[in-house]
């Protein structure tokens, strides 16, 4: 093989590395574009809520879904969100966003205003069915579960006039006392 045609064979070979390097460059400098307007959205969405401007947060974290589908700060924003809704006390729409959640750590973070909002809506039923797992289960249980189980053991006990959830209420409400 000639110097001529190995030079031509090698300068072929780089050019179309160069040229897919410079690809990579742009998809690279595209995406990272795309991470800083996100992230500067939910900058933005965060002064709002800093500032107490509610409606707006809630306009904003609605466009941020449609934007960014598949973003990492869905879940933070969903709490955001649902909290937004908590002040107002629209617990309906509280808890739909906090059931979309699939972050398990988001999920632990917000599980006592989910159970404030089951509380609030008088849906005991799935208070209960929220509350009992961790009753069975034992140990050291937060004041707020305990209350919670306790009040809708006692709603229980009203409704179906039993006296052994009354009881169990009893027993719920005196761990309270300290």
Same mark, same amino acid.
């Given at each position: 093989? +000639?110097?001529?045609?190995?030079?031509?064979?090698?300068?072929?070979?780089?050019?179309?590395?160069?040229?897919?390097?410079?690809?990579?460059?742009?998809?690279?400098?595209?995406?990272?574009?795309?991470?800083? !307007?996100?992230?500067?959205?939910?900058?933005?969405?965060?002064?709002?809520?800093?500032?107490?401007?509610?409606?707006?947060?809630? !306009?904003?974290? !609605?466009?941020?879904?449609?934007?960014?589908?598949?973003?990492?700060?869905?879940?933070?924003?969903?709490?955001?969100?649902?909290?937004?809704?908590?002040?107002?006390?629209?617990?309906?729409?509280?808890?739909?966003?906090?059931?979309?959640?699939?972050?398990?750590?988001?999920?632990?973070?917000?599980?006592?205003?989910?159970?404030?909002?089951?509380?609030?809506?008088?849906?005991?039923?799935?208070?209960?069915?929220?509350?009992?797992?961790?009753?069975?289960?034992?140990?050291?249980?937060?004041?707020?579960? +305990?209350?919670?189980?306790?009040?809708?053991?006692?709603?229980?006990?009203?409704?179906?006039? !039993?006296?052994?959830?009354?009881?169990?209420?009893?027993?719920?409400?005196?761990?309270?006392?300290?």
């Amino acid at each position: 093989m +000639s110097w001529s045609c190995l030079f031509l064979t090698f300068y072929l070979i780089f050019s179309s590395f160069c040229f897919s390097l410079e690809k990579i460059d742009l998809r690279e400098s595209s995406q990272q574009e795309s991470v800083e !307007k996100e992230e500067l959205f939910v900058r933005r969405i965060i002064e709002f809520w800093k500032d107490g401007e509610l409606t707006i947060v809630q !306009k904003q974290v !609605k466009e941020f879904f449609e934007s960014y589908p598949k973003s990492l700060y869905i879940d933070q924003l969903k709490v955001l969100l649902a909290e937004s809704y908590i002040k107002e006390k629209k617990y309906t729409l509280a808890l739909s966003y906090f059931n979309q959640i699939n972050d398990p750590e988001q999920k632990n973070k917000v599980f006592l205003n989910k159970l404030q909002c089951y509380h609030n809506l008088e849906k005991y039923t799935d208070l209960f069915d929220e509350l009992y797992p961790l009753i069975i289960k034992g140990g050291q249980i937060d004041p707020a579960i +305990s209350y919670y189980y306790a009040e809708t053991c006692y709603r229980f006990a009203l409704q179906d006039n !039993k006296k052994e959830l009354l009881l169990e209420a009893i027993a719920f409400f005196s761990r309270l006392k300290g």
